[in-house]
Structures are given as structure tokens and as C-alpha cells.
């Protein structure tokens, strides 16, 4: 059990291990024994709740030993399996807070080789306030992986609804998507829902690329570059125009921002797979009239209209 | 070819969309830039790439692309997995090198159009 030492990159398992505390990932439910116990009583309730160990507790519930299948086994080898274990238990007993982040508890493990730790409930008291295994652990991180995966899909998952409650109004409606700045957790969110928006109207599949990588490729030079804004879609019968404006700082040299290849994007936006100069040249390729007005007063305005063929009523 | 014969042929681990492996590839495109992505000219692609990103899953999406492999045995970002759940998009990861994986395609394809 080396996760600390793996060479490999463990960058969100990592995050997640520092983050997650003890207690989030303990099993409250404690099974334990007093010290009256013997040890055939022991070997029969580890059996039926499949466990190989558990905490000896007193009557205040403090912990004052651990048992574990390794000293049953050798009850039964030595002859004192109906012994109590009070005289036979280990008494040097390594716990640890429940507020502890969950590196404290690996390293724990790596250097005592438990197969599990009682928890305490703080640094102060012998308190019993649960029991960790590595597989605690390991179920705890997989969840936690699990709910992030869950919590963008729910997400995106409502903004289709949201682009499919567009629909069924008038068709012809004009759309307006506010674009955050910096908003890199949500970035393509607007370019999605007109995407599937025009998708539900049937637009042949071509243009329907073209109009979402103009949004998508709008937005992100929203988000990227200037102080947030927002993006209109207004679909017609013969074309569709995509307006894109922001609240500046606005773009110096258009020309030079034409360049495909040039940009201004730090080295954060480029670690995300954006930056790399495409932006605008992508658009202008896209759209079938592009229009570019921007002043360093009041922000960029961006406007690209794709021609359709009969878009029907 | 399909989905799910790319599975066979680069040893594939599908990560989510086991629903959408029958669906026909148009083209095949293999970027590590976003905007590259977003430059290519048809849909319906499958993706090699070695970004793993929320955004790559996105920006596949926003292009029409139909699925997306990671090489190398790179593991995306769970919020690549949430996304490529809710747009049925189908994520792949190949213990194969992007050269590799190439390599293979283009045999399998040579194969059959004999």
C-alpha cells in the first residue's frame, strides 16, 4: 500500500486525500468487544460480520485494545480460545483523530502495517468514534471521483432541458446567453445549448457545426480576454447571426488578432488546451460574413452570419 | 468502422458509453490543440488525443465528434467522464502511443477496403 510513494501523477487523488477527513470516510457503525470477551465469542462475531479485527472497548466507550484474527488464530493454536482477552490483547494501541485529513491515516498504515485504526474523537480522548480500513479509504475516493463525474453530468444534463424548453416557442426568437469572465468550469456551456437548440430544429448537421464552433470559439475569447458579455443567436429563414459583445478591455490590433497563431493567452489558458492563436481564423472560416468592431472604450462587438437554405417555417 | 471494432483492435478500456460502440465513424482525427479540433472540416470523428480535460470532451461535442480516445493510458478528468455521459459521447483509453494507435487504425482500415 504505497499511494504516497507512487511515482505516478496522483494530482486529483492527491487533492481528494487532503481534502477528505477521517471521519468522512470512517465506518461509524462500530462492531467491538469488552475486554470480558473470550476469545471463541470474538472468532464467532468477526465471522459473521466478516471482519478480521476490531476495537476492545470499556464501558465508556474509550479504547483500550484492538483484537484481530491473526490473535485469534493463535488462541486457538496455543489453547486459551476460551479466555477472556483482556490478558492477551494488545494494549499499545495506535489510533487516530477524526478530523485528521486521510494522508494522516495512509501514512499511519504504511508505517504500523494495521489493517485497520480506531478513530477517536479528538486528540484529547480515547473516545471511540469509528473504524478505518484502507478500503474505507479507497471506497471514499472512489466516490468522491464519482460525484464530481455526477455533478457535471447533472449539469449538462440541464442545460439541454433548458435549450429544449427554447423550443416550441416562436422559432424565430431571438437567444441570449450571458458569458462570464474567466468562467473556465462552464466554458462551451452556451455554445452547447444553442448547439443542441438548432439540433432540435433540424438545421443540417454542416452549418449547425459551423454556428457552434463560432459560439464556441466567441465565448471562449469572451471568457479568456475581456470582462464578460454575451452572446445572441437569432435564426432566420435564410441565415443565422451570431452577435458576440463584451465589456472590453477590447482588442488593440484586429488585424493582428486575425493572424492565425497569434495570441495573448497566458500560460493557464493554454495548460487548458486553449490559446493557441485559432480563435478568430476559426470563426472567420466558419462564418459566411464576419464583422469585427472593437474599441478600447466600450468592448468588442462581434457579429458572423452563416447562410442557411431553406430553414423551413 | 465502428466503435467498438477500435476497442478490439487498440486493446481499449471503454470508460463510459458502452450504449454508443455501434455507431459508424466517419473520420478519424488526432489533435492535442483544442482549436485544431474545432478546425477540422467534417463531423462524425473519432478523436485521439492526449488532452484530458473537461474541455476535450466539450470541444469534441461542440465539432460533432462521436467519440474520443485517450492514448497512452492517460485517464481524463472526472468531469470529462460527467460530460461525455450526458452528450452519449463514448471515452476510450488505449495503452497505445498516438503513433501506435495510428498505426493500427490505418492497418485495420487497409484490411478491409481489400
Request: charged letters at 25%.
Amino acid at each position: 500500500m504505497t499511494i504516497l510513494h507512487s511515482k505516478e501523477k496522483l494530482t486529483l487523488a492527491s487533492e481528494l486525500i487532503y481534502e477528505i477527513k477521517v471521519k468522512d470516510a470512517m465506518t461509524r457503525d462500530v462492531i467491538y468487544f469488552s475486554q470480558d470477551s473470550t476469545f471463541r465469542e470474538i472468532q464467532s462475531s468477526l465471522k459473521k460480520h466478516r471482519i478480521s479485527g476490531a476495537p476492545i472497548l470499556d464501558e465508556k466507550k474509550n479504547i483500550i485494545g484492538m483484537v484481530s484474527i491473526d490473535n485469534v488464530i493463535t488462541a486457538l493454536d496455543e489453547g486459551y480460545v476460551n479466555e477472556k482477552v483482556k490478558d492477551y490483547m494488545s494494549r499499545d494501541i495506535i489510533t487516530i483523530p477524526q478530523n485528521y485529513s486521510l494522508v494522516s491515516a495512509i501514512k499511519k498504515f504504511e508505517k504500523y502495517k494495521f489493517g485497520r485504526l480506531p478513530v477517536t474523537k479528538n486528540t484529547r480522548t480515547d473516545k471511540i468514534a469509528g473504524i478505518l480500513t484502507m478500503g474505507d479509504i479507497l471506497n471514499c475516493l472512489l466516490v468522491s471521483i464519482q460525484t464530481i463525474a455526477e455533478k457535471v453530468e447533472k449539469k449538462e444534463d440541464q442545460n439541454t432541458l433548458l435549450s429544449d424548453k427554447m423550443i416550441g416557442q416562436d422559432k424565430k426568437k431571438r437567444l441570449q446567453f450571458e458569458v462570464k469572465k474567466a468562467d473556465f468550469d462552464n466554458a462551451g456551456q452556451v455554445a452547447s445549448m444553442i448547439r443542441n437548440y438548432l439540433q432540435k430544429l433540424n438545421i443540417e448537421k454542416q452549418i449547425l457545426r459551423r454556428v457552434a464552433i463560432v459560439c464556441y470559439e466567441a465565448e471562449m475569447n469572451i471568457s479568456i480576454h475581456s470582462l464578460g458579455g454575451h452572446i445572441t443567436v437569432e435564426v432566420e429563414e435564410t441565415k443565422i447571426e451570431i452577435i458576440a459583445t463584451d465589456y472590453g478591455p477590447g482588442i488593440p490590433d484586429i488585424e493582428e488578432a486575425m493572424r492565425p497563431g497569434y495570441t495573448t493567452a497566458s500560460e493557464q489558458i493554454r495548460a487548458l488546451g486553449f490559446g493557441a492563436g485559432m480563435g478568430l481564423p476559426n470563426i472567420k472560416r466558419c462564418a459566411d460574413y464576419l464583422e469585427l468592431e472593437s474599441s478600447m472604450e466600450t468592448g468588442t462587438i462581434l457579429k458572423a452570419i452563416i447562410h442557411v437554405e431553406g430553414l423551413g417555417g | 468502422m465502428k466503435i467498438k471494432e477500435i476497442v478490439k483492435i487498440l486493446d481499449a478500456e471503454v470508460l463510459t458509453g458502452e450504449l454508443y460502440l455501434d455507431i459508424e465513424i466517419e473520420e478519424f482525427a488526432v489533435c492535442d490543440l483544442l482549436s485544431d479540433v474545432l478546425a477540422l472540416s467534417k463531423d462524425r470523428f473519432l478523436l485521439l488525443t492526449g488532452l484530458t480535460t473537461q474541455q476535450v470532451v466539450r470541444t469534441a461535442e461542440i465539432a460533432g465528434g462521436i467519440g474520443v480516445v485517450f492514448v497512452r493510458g492517460k485517464t481524463p478528468e472526472p468531469g470529462a467522464i460527467g460530460m461525455a455521459r450526458s452528450h452519449h459521447i463514448p471515452l476510450l483509453m488505449t495503452p497505445m502511443s498516438t503513433f501506435d494507435a495510428c498505426r493500427t487504425i490505418v492497418e485495420a482500415i487497409n484490411k478491409k477496403e481489400k
